[in-house]
């Protein structure tokens, strides 16, 4: 019997998925949570052979709590779900030994099979990450339209544009009567969530992403 424990922000997607899971003779759902915080309460408590993790919390960004888990129980197994292919944060997960990576648009076999692959001490990585090398992952990743709000909010979806026609922090400010820290705060949270380096790397994804001309 495998037993796993999902923590996922979106209450469809963990219904759906639990409801998928449970009906598998060899898996048991544990339960779930929505936040890292409430990950961190509960996991003390139960021992899930493995934990199916979302990229993205609210309350907690990936690296840390990836940390706060391995203090708590270091050999926890983890696989990843995400909606982004293509992705830096797949070299900052390996960093930390992780064990799978999935896309959230992968069919269920898939992840069927990615759960019997890591439960068995293996590692798995989805197939339609575009992988250049071994261990080497592209730099900008591509999404489908109507996933790219569960990346990015509608306020960082308009900064990052005014950002990519060369607006300054300052000039962005003015514009959406924000101030510059907020502006600059903004901008930091899109490099992260997008896992690029700088603003050229923005430019890169609102391009192939066709957030710009």
């Known amino acids: 019997m495998i037993t796993v424990y999902i923590v996922e922000d979106h209450e469809m997607y963990v219904e759906g998925l639990s409801l998928l899971l449970s009906k598998q003779e060899e898996i048991t759902v544990l339960g779930s949570s929505m936040t890292a915080h409430d990950l961190l309460q509960v996991l ?6 493995l934990l199916l993790l979302d990229v993205h919390l609210p309350d907690m ?5 990836l940390q706060e888990i391995r203090a708590i129980r270091r050999d926890q197994r983890i ?8 992705t830096r944060y797949v070299h900052k997960l390996i960093r930390h030994q992780i064990e799978g990576y999935l896309l959230k648009n992968a069919a269920f076999e898939e992840l069927l099979k990615a759960i019997k692959t890591v ?3 293996g590692r798995y990585f989805s197939k339609e990450i575009d992988i250049i090398g071994e261990g080497d992952f592209r730099s900008t990743l591509i999404v489908d339209d109507q996933k790219l709000p569960d990346i990015l909010s509608k306020r960082e979806i308009e900064i990052l544009r005014l950002i990519c026609n060369e607006f300054s922090n300052a000039e962005i400010a003015e514009k959406l009567f924000l101030s510059v820290s907020t502006i600059e705060t903004h901008r930091k949270n899109i490099i992260s969530k997008l896992g690029v380096n700088n603003t050229v790397g923005l430019v890169k994804f609102a391009l192939k992403n066709k957030l710009i001309d």
């Open 44 to 49: 003390p408590g139960i021992q899930p052979d």
């Open 61 to 65: 960004d990936e690296e840390t709590l």
């Open 79 to 86: 696989i990843y779900l995400t909606l982004m292919r293509g």
């Open 119 to 121: 439960h068995e001490g």
